[in-house]
């Protein structure tokens, strides 16, 4: 079983910045999509999508959501094998459980429902 062993996250300001990382021990990285989506607080219902944030092909095309963008950059370091989140300009709306992702696929997808391996989570909290 494909796990993806996610850190960073943490309690920051408004306006601070703050990088997820995600790293996936049994498989590369790089030969496929990743992604980084996030749950608000509150009973998580089945079946219901996460919120979508960045995510990255594995040719290296990234997508951004309306949210985030301009604020927020997924990267990967393939020496690693780790993908990244960098948040900067945070904003208490942005305040949820984020999580890495990744499809058995090249090519990304904004729906949560596309991926197929996922981080344990972690609490992002942005204080006003």
């Known amino acids: 079983q494909v796990e993806l062993v996610q850190s960073g996250g943490g309690l920051v300001q408004a306006g601070d910045s703050l990088r997820l990382s995600c790293t996936a021990p049994?498989?590369?990285?790089?030969?496929?999509?990743s992604a980084w989506f996030r749950q608000t607080p509150g009973p998580e219902r089945d079946g219901a999508e996460r919120?979508?944030?960045?995510?990255?092909?594995?040719?290296?095309?990234?997508m951004h959501g309306e949210p985030v963008r301009g604020r927020f950059t997924i990267s990967r370091d393939e020496s690693k094998n780790t993908m990244y989140l960098q948040m900067n300009s945070m904003k208490p709306e942005g305040t949820a459980v984020y999580y890495c992702a990744l499809r058995n696929g090249r090519a990304l997808y904004i729906q949560s429902r596309n991926y197929d391996d996922w981080g344990q989570g972690t609490q992002v909290t942005v204080s006003s």
């Open positions: 919120e979508f944030v960045a995510a990255i092909s594995a040719d290296g095309y990234t």
């Open positions: 049994r498989r590369s990285i790089s030969d496929y999509a």
